[in-house]
């Protein structure tokens, strides 16, 4: 089992900055994937950003890429996402989730379906 602790969020104006943080605990994969995804009210969960834990590969959703940025610690077993230039449109609860043992991650996935732990979420709220 894997556990997924998210900090970070919060309430901030358009054209802010927040850094959310994700630790896992438990057995993590090595070679897993690593992602933040978001959910907005009456809105299906979707992928923001992911990392591979050890390859060199990142993949962002076309609606924050150039704002949001994401980046791995594997020492801390943490990834981090930097949010800048934040949108209104960015209001969401972000979840943070990672891939489970025995699917190596070459090429970061966004697809929530690939994911087989989730953290509780950190709520990104942004006023214009």
């Known amino acids: 089992q894997v556990q997924l602790v998210e900090s970070g969020g919060g309430s901030v104006q358009a054209g802010g900055s927040l850094r959310l943080s994700c630790t896992a605990s438990?057995?993590?994969?090595?070679?897993?994937?690593m992602g933040w995804f978001r959910q907005k009210p009456g809105k299906e969960r979707e992928g923001v950003a992911a990392?591979?834990?050890?390859?060199?590969?990142?993949v962002y959703a076309a609606s924050v890429k150039g704002r949001f940025t994401i980046s791995r610690d594997n020492a801390k077993n943490t990834v981090y996402l930097q949010v800048n230039s934040l949108k209104p449109e960015d209001t969401a609860m972000y979840y943070c989730a990672i891939t489970g043992v025995g699917r190596t991650c070459m090429v970061a996935e966004l697809s929530p379906d690939e994911y087989n732990y989730w953290g509780q979420g950190t709520q990104v709220t942004v006023s214009s």
């Open positions: 438990g057995y993590i994969y090595a070679s897993s994937c």
């Open positions: 990392i591979s834990r050890r390859y060199s590969s990142t």
